[in-house]
T-cell receptor
Framework: GAVVSQHPSWVICKSGTSVKIECRSL??????MFWYRQFPKQSLMLMAT?????????EQGVEKDKFLINHASLTLSTLTVTSAHPEDSSFYIC????????????FGPGTRLLVL | AQSVTQLGSHVSVSEGALVLLRCNYS??????LFWYVQYPNQGLQLLLK??????LVKGINGFEAEFKKSETSFHLTKPSAHMSDAAEYFC???????????FGTGTQLKVEL
């Protein structure tokens, strides 16, 4: 089946630094990818929709200047957390729908971010 | 707007017992409905989905769910729980093509001997 990977799987950084998380679709092309964050013991909250070749669409309340999204190719989207602070510590998960099966999404394994 | 409510943040069953995880949705248009499972520190795995075909949907690992429009429900069931079923389960809804998912708050399933 389709596979979505994320890198890194976990990262620890100092407050004020920036962190880049990659999301790759391994055996299909994805013009759209989604970024979610999940706090401990909570549900997934959609942050933004990453669109290949155009700007990302952010959900209400998500700072686009803090969470930079770049959909560089049909198989890669990156999320950069700029000037990270401890409250940005979370589990970040991406997903991607295979091009022709719009009602199915494949989720990456997630990236755990800890900001000290 | 669409939303999902999962009743019971924690459900505990005995091994071999029936599993019932509840999900109610709200949507102004015909929805697509999904159940996902998440194991600790992992991403989500699709269990099953309803996309306006048969109302009784069978998924992986023996799970199934029934779409009931009159009750706006999509409860997840499994006749006999196994220890390996212990995980977090999320119900999700989408409309207009299925890309944008709204998740419920999740139900932690515990399976006891």
């Amino acid at each position: 089946g389709a596979v979505v990977s994320q890198h890194p799987s976990w990262v620890i950084c100092k407050s004020g630094t920036s962190v880049k998380i990659e999301c790759r679709s391994l055996d299909f092309q994805a013009t759209t990818m989604f970024w979610y964050r999940q706090f401990p013991k909570q549900s997934l909250m959609l942050m933004a929709t990453s669109n290949e070749g155009s700007k990302a669409t952010y959900e209400q309340g998500v700072e686009k200047d803090k969470f930079l999204i770049n959909h560089a190719s049909l198989t890669l989207s990156t999320l950069t957390v700029t000037s990270a602070h401890p409250e940005d510590s979370s589990f970040y998960i991406c997903s991607a729908p295979p091009g022709t099966v719009q009602e199915t999404q494949y989720f990456g394994p997630g990236t755990r971010l800890l900001v000290l | 707007a669409q939303s999902v409510t999962q009743l019971g943040s924690h459900v505990s069953v005995s091994e071999g017992a029936l599993v019932l995880l509840r999900c109610n949705y709200s949507s102004s248009v015909p929805p697509y409905l999904f159940w996902y499972v998440q194991y600790p520190n992992q991403g989500l795995q699709l269990l099953l989905k309803y996309t306006s075909a048969a109302t009784l949907v069978k998924g992986i690992n023996g799970f199934e769910a029934e779409f009931k429009k009159s009750e706006t429900s999509f409860h997840l069931t499994k006749p006999s729980a196994h220890m390996s079923d212990a995980a977090e389960y999320f119900c999700a809804v989408s409309t207009g093509g299925g890309n944008k998912l709204t998740f419920g708050t999740g139900t932690q399933l515990k399976v006891e001997l």
